[in-house]
Nanobody, 122 residues
Framework: QLVESGGGLVQTGGSLRLSCVVS????????AGWFRQAPGKEREFVAA????????LYADSVKGRFTISRDNAKNSVYLQMNNLTPEDTAVYYC?????????????????WGQGTQVTVSS
């Protein structure tokens, strides 16, 4: 149901754009979001976007650097990541929820995908 892509290895200060394709049924009714899990840490909320993109929510650690967007015609949600630092190194996942607040609370509605690895070198 969820297929993430776009990760890779970049240097500090670099950029990456992640993509996630969601099943049509889920994407047409839910808010969407991105999460990340670094080694030895719990999965954490990164960013959320409402069904039609009018409301956005970001974790404090990524505000001003990351931008979430979605294309409902393509059942896809994106995460543009700029000015990356080694602290952004993690596996990144997408998921859906009833609204952006539920996304931020990890009250997600789909089975997790495999994620995409982002590694930022110093």
């Amino acid at each position: 149901q969820l297929v993430e892509s776009g990760g890779g290895l970049v240097q500090t200060g670099g950029s990456l754009r992640l993509s996630c394709v969601v099943s049509e049924r889920a994407f047409s009714i839910y808010a969407a979001g991105w999460f990340r899990q670094a080694p030895g840490k719990e999965r954490e909320f990164v960013a959320a976007i409402s069904l039609y993109g009018s409301h956005l929510l970001y974790a404090d650690s990524v505000k001003g650097r990351f931008t979430i967007s979605r294309d409902n015609a393509k059942n896809s949600v994106y995460l543009q990541m700029n000015n990356l630092t080694p602290e952004d190194t993690a596996v990144y996942y997408c998921n859906v929820a009833m609204d952006i607040n539920q996304v931020s609370r990890r009250n997600i509605r789909a089975t997790w995908g495999q994620g995409t690895q982002v590694t930022v070198s110093s």
